[in-house]
């Protein structure tokens, strides 16, 4: 079994920056696409970005593209997603999640594991 744990949301002002982290335990995730989702007061979960088994592709939805980045760092086994520039509407709760095939997706139904989520709100 995978357990994924997200940290790094909080409180800040447009305009700042945050780093998350995804820890996994349970099993190394070397060989497992990654992706962050996101999901905000009333709306529906939402696709924010993926990277590949290798770290060597990424796709980002088109609202972050240029201010976020996701990274990995495969012998931390742990995923990142650098968000600067950040705007009121990224006000969400973040999700990571993790999926079997190596392949990117923007697919929510195609990850098999996710984290519990963690809180991130960009108000002045």
């Known amino acids: 079994q995978v357990q994924l744990v997200e940290s790094g949301g909080g409180l800040v002002q447009p305009g700042d920056s945050l780093r998350l982290s995804c820890a996994a335990a349970g099993r190394t995730l070397s060989n497992y696409a990654m992706g962050w989702f996101r999901q905000a007061p009333g709306k529906e979960r939402e696709f924010v970005a993926t990277?590949?088994?290798?770290?060597?592709?990424?796709y980002y939805v088109d609202t972050v593209k240029g201010r976020f980045t996701i990274s990995r760092d495969k012998a931390k086994n742990t995923l990142y997603l650098q968000m600067n520039s950040l705007k009121p509407e990224d006000t969400a709760v973040y999700y990571c999640?993790?999926?079997?095939?190596?392949?990117?997706?923007?697919?929510?139904?195609?990850?098999?594991?996710w984290g519990q989520g963690t809180q991130v709100t960009v108000s002045s």
């Open positions: 990277i590949n088994w290798t770290g060597g592709s990424t």
């Open positions: 999640a993790a999926r079997r095939s190596g392949i990117l997706s923007m697919n929510e139904y195609e990850y098999d594991y």
